[in-house]
C-alpha cells in the first residue's frame, strides 16, 4: 500500500509519450501509510505505520518513534506501544460502544496526524465457510449474516496453511569425510532434524469486499479462494483462518478506492487511478496526503480444516523419481550430486548397506520447501 501512489503515477506516465511531470508535492520522507483496524474485543489491536517509498525501491519504511493514542469523545487516552517495524499494539480492548474513538498519532518530527471520530462498528460472527468441490478443484466461501441488517459493508483476509510431504522419506543420509565430501550412506538417527513433514504458508494478498446495502437482508455469501485441481495444498492436511471486519460506508469506499488502484490498473479500459481520500488527515501541513481510514471493529474469525480424505480422487502428484546408487564415494558423485538418500535397496553382510536409492534433494528435504515446525494450532 505505501507504494500505491507512485505506482499510480507511474502506470499514467507509461501509457503517454510526453513526460509526465507528478503534480504531487515531493516529500523527503513520504507520505504516511496507516494499516490496520483497532479491534473491540478479543485479540490485540494492531496497526502498523510507514511512509510511501518510490516504485523501484523495495526498501520498507517504518515510522518509527511515533506517540499513537486512540482518543475517546470524552477526552480519554489509550496508548499503543511501539513493539517494532512500525508496529504500534495494545492489549484487548473493551471499548464503550456508546462513545466515539479517534486516532491520534504524533511523530518524531513533531508532525501530527489526527482521524476523524468513529463509532464502534457491530461486527456479526461468521456463520460459516463452506467448499464446492468442481472441475476447477476447491472454492471456498464465507457466509456471514446481520439478524440487526445494520452492518451491509465488510471486508475478509485470510492466512492459509498446509500441510506436506516429502515425496519418499529420509530414511539414511550421508557420511562426510574431513573435507566435507560425502562418501557413503548411513541409517538417520532419532537427533537428526525431522525432513519429511513440513508447513507451507500464504496469506490473501487482494481486496475481498462484500455489501449487502442494496439487498433486503444482510446476508453475505461469497467466494474467498480457489484450491486448483491436484494442489499441493490439499495433498494432506490444509486449514484456512477468516478474519472479517465490519466498515462504515465512507470506509468501505475507501477500500474499494484502493481495490481499483491497486488491481484493475493496466489497461485503458480499466478504472483509472483515484486520489486516496480517507479519513486522517496532518494536522501540521493540511496539504500533506494521508494513506489510511481509521476504524473500529470487533475483528471475527473462524478456522476451517480439509484433510485430503475429504476431496477423494485429489490426484496430487509430486513429479518425483528415484535412482540407485552404490554406496562408494565415485558412485555417489556420478549419480548423486544433487540428491539426498532415501531407502536402502541392497543390504549386504553385517547390515552393510550395498547400494541405496536417492532423488533430488527437493523431492526428500520438505525444509526446502516450507518449516519443520509445527504450528500450535495444528492438530
Known amino acids: 500500500m505505501n507504494k500505491l501512489l507512485v505506482f499510480a503515477l507511474v502506470l499514467i506516465a507509461a501509457g503517454c509519450k510526453e513526460k509526465f511531470d507528478s503534480p504531487a508535492p515531493p516529500v523527503v520522507t513520504g507520505y504516511l501509510v496507516v494499516e490496520g483496524v483497532i479491534n473491540n474485543e478479543g485479540d490485540a489491536t494492531n496497526l502498523r505505520l510507514s511512509r510511501t517509498t518510490n516504485l523501484n525501491d523495495n526498501t520498507n519504511v517504518y515510522e518509527k518513534g511515533a506517540t499513537v493514542n486512540v482518543e475517546t469523545s470524552t477526552n480519554n487516552m489509550i496508548p499503543l506501544f511501539e513493539n517494532g517495524d512500525g508496529n504500534y499494539a495494545t492489549g484487548s480492548l473493551h471499548l464503550d460502544t456508546t462513545l466515539k474513538y479517534r486516532l491520534v498519532i504524533k511523530t518524531s518530527n513533531n508532525e501530527e496526524y489526527v482521524s476523524d471520530f468513529v463509532p464502534v462498528k457491530s461486527n456479526p460472527p461468521i456463520d460459516t465457510i463452506s467448499r464446492v468441490r468442481d ?27 498446509w500441510e506436506f510431504h516429502s515425496a519418499f522419506s529420509a ?6 569425510n574431513n573435507s566435507g565430501a560425502n562418501v557413503s550412506v548411513a541409517y538417520r538417527q532419532p537427533g537428526d532434524p525431522q525432513i519429511s513433514t513440513c508447513w507451507q504458508f500464504n496469506a490473501s494478498n487482494t481486496f475481498l469486499l462484500g455489501s449487502t446495502a442494496k439487498l433486503s437482508q444482510d446476508i453475505v455469501y461469497l467466494p474467498l479462494t480457489n484450491i ?6 490439499l ?33 485503458v479500459f480499466d478504472a483509472q487511478p483515484s486520489e486516496l481520500n480517507g479519513n486522517i488527515r496532518c494536522t501540521t501541513n493540511p496539504a500533506q496526503p494521508v494513506i489510511g481510514f481509521f476504524n473500529i471493529c470487533t475483528i471475527r474469525e473462524k478456522r476451517l480444516f480439509i484433510y485430503n480424505s475429504e476431496v477423494p480422487r485429489w490426484n496430487y502428484q509430486s513429479g518425483c523419481s ?8 565415485d558412485s555417489i ?15 549386504g553382510a553385517f547390515g552393510f548397506i550395498v547400494s541405496f536409492k536417492a532423488s533430488t534433494d527437493i523431492c526428500v528435504d520438505c525444509t526446502l520447501s516450507g518449516t519443520n515446525v509445527k504450528p500450535n494450532y495444528w492438530p
Open 135 to 161: 472441475n476447477d478443484g476447491v472454492t471456498l466461501y464465507i457466509n456471514t449474516h446481520d439478524p440487526q441488517n445494520n452492518t451491509h459493508y465488510y471486508q475478509w483476509e485470510f492466512n492459509e496453511t
Open 171 to 176: 530414511n539414511l543420509k550421508y557420511v562426510r
Open 228 to 233: 486448483p485441481p491436484a494442489s499441493w495444498k
Open 235 to 267: 495433498s494432506v492436511l490444509y486449514s484456512i483462518l477468516v478474519k472479517q471486519y465490519a466498515w462504515s460506508k465512507e470506509g468501505f469506499e475507501f477500500l474499494e478506492r484502493m481495490k481499483k488502484n491497486t488491481e484493475s490498473v493496466g489497461s
Open 322 to 329: 528415484e535412482d540407485v546408487v552404490e554406496n562408494n564415494p
Open 333 to 347: 558423485v556420478k549419480k548423486a550430486t544433487g540428491k539426498l538418500p532415501t531407502t536402502p535397496e541392497v543390504i
